[in-house]
C-alpha cells in the first residue's frame, strides 16, 4: 500500500479584524496573532505577495511563528497575473522567487496563480507560463538567480524546502476546456478547485489537490454547513487515501467563519492537534 496524502486546512491570511474576539481571544496582541492562527490551522495562503514582493527576512519571521508541519501557500504577484497577464516572461517570475519565499524552508507549500476574471484561455501563451514555472528546487534556484540585482540581492538558499509545487486559478468560462487540462496536467500544475456555481469542477490536474473554497456550489447557499463540510472531509478523504496531498482553505466573503470552517474540516478528516 502507498503513502497516504497529507492534508492541511486554512484560510487565506490571517489579519483580519472580525477575528479579534471571536477567532482569536479577547486581547490577544496582534503579533501574536500568526502563531495563535498556526496554533489551530495547518496552512494559511500568504496573500501580500500578491501586491508586492516581500522581504526574506519578513517570510523567516513567518515560519518562525509556526508549528513544525504547517505549511504557507504563497499567491503569485498580480504583476505577473494580472498586469503582464502571464505574457511577461521570465524576468517578473525570477524577480519573484528571488524576493524570498525560498526563506520560508519547510514551511514553503504551493505557489498559487490566481488569474484575472477576463483572462481568456489562451493556449500558447499559458503553455509558455506553465513552461516557465520551475517545477524543482534546482529550477527555481536557476530561474530566481537571473533577477535584476539592481532591486535587492537574490535570496537563493533552499535550505529546508521540501518541493516545488504550483496551482493556478482560472476564472474565465474558456477555460472550461479539455485542451486546458491537458496543459496542466502535462506540468503537473493543479487547478484551483473553487467550489463555485460557475466552477463546480473536483477534477484533479495533479498530484496533488488545491483548494480555494468560495461557498458551496448549490445555489442559494450562504456558507459552509456541517454537510457541507462532511461531503468535502468525503472526497479529501478519498484523494488523501490515494496519496494526494490536499491544501484546503476557506476563503469565500464570509471570512468571520472562515477558520471555524477549516476547524471543522480538519477535525472531520480526524487530524487533531494540540489545542483541540
Given at each position: 500500500?502507498?503513502?497516504a496524502g497529507?492534508?492541511r486546512?486554512?484560510?487565506?491570511?490571517w489579519?483580519?479584524?472580525?477575528?479579534?474576539g471571536?477567532?482569536?481571544?479577547?486581547g490577544l496582541?496582534?503579533k501574536?496573532?500568526?502563531?495563535?492562527?498556526?496554533?489551530?490551522?495547518?496552512?494559511?495562503?500568504?496573500?501580500?505577495?500578491?501586491?508586492?514582493?516581500?522581504?526574506?527576512?519578513?517570510?523567516q519571521?513567518?515560519?518562525?511563528?509556526?508549528?513544525?508541519?504547517?505549511?504557507?501557500?504563497?499567491?503569485?504577484?498580480?504583476?505577473?497575473?494580472?498586469?503582464?497577464r502571464?505574457?511577461?516572461g521570465?524576468?517578473?517570475l525570477?524577480?519573484?522567487?528571488a524576493?524570498?519565499?525560498?526563506?520560508?524552508?519547510d514551511r514553503?507549500?504551493?505557489?498559487v496563480?490566481?488569474?484575472?476574471?477576463?483572462l481568456?484561455?489562451?493556449p500558447?501563451?499559458?503553455?509558455a507560463?506553465?513552461?516557465?514555472l520551475?517545477?524543482?528546487?534546482?529550477d527555481?534556484v536557476?530561474?530566481?538567480?537571473?533577477?535584476?540585482?539592481?532591486r535587492?540581492?537574490?535570496?537563493?538558499?533552499?535550505?529546508?524546502?521540501?518541493t516545488i509545487?504550483?496551482?493556478?486559478?482560472p476564472r474565465?468560462?474558456?477555460?472550461?476546456?479539455?485542451?486546458?487540462?491537458?496543459?496542466?496536467?502535462?506540468?503537473?500544475?493543479?487547478?484551483v478547485?473553487?467550489?463555485?456555481?460557475?466552477?463546480?469542477s473536483?477534477?484533479?490536474?495533479?498530484?496533488?489537490?488545491y483548494?480555494r473554497?468560495q461557498?458551496?456550489s448549490?445555489?442559494?447557499?450562504?456558507?459552509?454547513?456541517?454537510?457541507?463540510?462532511?461531503?468535502?472531509a468525503?472526497?479529501?478523504?478519498?484523494w488523501r487515501?490515494?496519496?494526494?496531498?490536499?491544501?484546503?482553505?476557506f476563503v469565500h466573503?464570509?471570512?468571520?467563519?472562515?477558520?471555524?470552517n477549516?476547524?471543522a474540516?480538519r477535525?472531520?478528516?480526524?487530524?487533531?492537534?494540540?489545542?483541540?
Amino acid at each position: 500500500m502507498g503513502r497516504a496524502g497529507i492534508v492541511r486546512t486554512g484560510t487565506a491570511g490571517w489579519v483580519y479584524e472580525p477575528w479579534r474576539g471571536t477567532f482569536f481571544p479577547e486581547g490577544l496582541v496582534q503579533k501574536k496573532e500568526l502563531s495563535y492562527a498556526a496554533s489551530r490551522l495547518t496552512s494559511i495562503e500568504i496573500n501580500a505577495t500578491f501586491r508586492a514582493n516581500q522581504k526574506p527576512a519578513s517570510f523567516q519571521r513567518w515560519a518562525s511563528e509556526t508549528t513544525e508541519g504547517f505549511q504557507f501557500s504563497v499567491k503569485g504577484p498580480q504583476l505577473v497575473t494580472h498586469i503582464k497577464r502571464l505574457k511577461g516572461g521570465a524576468e517578473p517570475l525570477a524577480n519573484f522567487f528571488a524576493s524570498g519565499p525560498l526563506a520560508l524552508g519547510d514551511r514553503l507549500g504551493p505557489f498559487v496563480w490566481q488569474l484575472p476574471p477576463n483572462l481568456a484561455f489562451d493556449p500558447q501563451s499559458l503553455a509558455a507560463f506553465l513552461e516557465l514555472l520551475p517545477k524543482t528546487v534546482d529550477d527555481y534556484v536557476a530561474l530566481a538567480d537571473k533577477a535584476d540585482r539592481t532591486r535587492q540581492e537574490p535570496f537563493l538558499d533552499p535550505t529546508g524546502v521540501q518541493t516545488i509545487r504550483h496551482a493556478i486559478e482560472p476564472r474565465h468560462p474558456s477555460f472550461k476546456s479539455a485542451e486546458a487540462d491537458a496543459l496542466l496536467r502535462q506540468h503537473n500544475v493543479a487547478r484551483v478547485i473553487a467550489d463555485t456555481e460557475e466552477f463546480p469542477s473536483r477534477d484533479l490536474t495533479a498530484d496533488f489537490a488545491y483548494l480555494r473554497l468560495q461557498g458551496p456550489s448549490r445555489p442559494g447557499a450562504e456558507g459552509y454547513g456541517d454537510a457541507d463540510i462532511d461531503d468535502w472531509a468525503h472526497t479529501i478523504g478519498t484523494w488523501r487515501d490515494g496519496g494526494k496531498d490536499v491544501y484546503a482553505y476557506f476563503v469565500h466573503e464570509d471570512k468571520l467563519h472562515a477558520p471555524s470552517n477549516a476547524i471543522a474540516l480538519r477535525k472531520a478528516l480526524g487530524i487533531a492537534l494540540p489545542g483541540d
